[in-house]
């Protein structure tokens, strides 16, 4: 009786603690790719000669740096 709840114990703990890390690494992604989806909100590839910017001003087309051609803002993921 007492191996078995012995055992049960063990597997109780090992569950709450796969459960925490598990919740720890969802959390961890979670933000990670939230704060991509951050940074690919502002960037824009131009069309004309590839180069790839972050624009941060509410620009409908965003001026390239290198050649200086107006580009179209892509959605990038979606959101
Ligand atoms: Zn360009």
Redesign the pocket.
């Known amino acids: 009786m007492i191996r078995v709840e012995l055992s049960m114990l063990v597997f109780i703990y090992l569950f709450v603690f796969l459960a925490a890390l598990f919740s720890i690494w969802i959390a961890y992604e979670w933000g990670r790719i939230r704060r991509e989806k951050e940074t690919l909100r502002y960037r824009v590839r131009?069309t004309?000669?590839a180069?790839i910017f972050d624009d941060k001003s509410n620009a409908t087309l965003p001026r390239?740096p290198?050649?200086g051609?107006l580009n179209e803002r892509l959605k990038i993921g979606g959101l």
């Open positions: 131009c004309i000669c180069t390239c290198r050649c051609s």
